[in-house]
C-alpha cells in the first residue's frame, strides 16, 4: 500500500521560506492527485494545496496562494511545496495526502485515502 513521508519542516523566522518534500513508497505517485493539509494546534485539518496526478494543474488556499507553491517530480516519485514569506499563521503540522483521482480540490478532504505522518512548521514573530 501506499506510503508518504514528509520531510522539510522545521523553525524560520517571520518573512522566511522552507520547502516541504512529500516521498512515496509502495506505489508510484504519478497514479494519484497529491494534497498539502496542515494543522494547527487545537484546530481542524485545512488543505493548503493539491496537484493534478499530470502535475498540470493546481489548487491553494486564498490564505497561501502567492506565496507558496506545489510542484511534484514523478520520476522521483516526490512532491514539493515552496513556502515563502512564511507568518505566524503557518504555524502548524504539514500532512501531505494521495487520493486515486486525476484532479484534486484543497476543500475536499474526505478523497484522500492515504497520508503521511506530518512534518513541524514553526514560523516564529
Known amino acids: 500500500q501506499l506510503q508518504l513521508v514528509e520531510s522539510g519542516g522545521g523553525l524560520v523566522q517571520s518573512g522566511g521560506s522552507l520547502r516541504l518534500s512529500c516521498s512515496a513508497a509502495?506505489?508510484?505517485?504519478?497514479?494519484?492527485?497529491i494534497g498539502w493539509f496542515r494543522q494547527a494546534t487545537g484546530e481542524e485539518r485545512e488543505g493548503v494545496s493539491c496537484?493534478?496526478?499530470?502535475?498540470?494543474?493546481?489548487d491553494y488556499a486564498v490564505s497561501v496562494k502567492g506565496r507558496f507553491t506545489i510542484s511534484r517530480d514523478n520520476a522521483e516519485n516526490m512532491v514539493f511545496l515552496q513556502m515563502n514569506s512564511l507568518r505566524p499563521e503557518d504555524t502548524a503540522v504539514y500532512y501531505c495526502?494521495?487520493?486515486?483521482?486525476?484532479?484534486?480540490?484543497?476543500?475536499?478532504?474526505?478523497?484522500?485515502?492515504?497520508w503521511g505522518q506530518g512534518t513541524q512548521v514553526t514560523v516564529s514573530s
Open positions: 496537484i493534478s496526478s499530470s502535475g498540470g494543474d493546481a
Open positions: 495526502a494521495a487520493e486515486h483521482g486525476h484532479s484534486c480540490s484543497v476543500y475536499s478532504i474526505w478523497e484522500y485515502d492515504y
Open positions: 509502495g506505489d508510484t505517485l504519478e497514479n494519484y492527485a
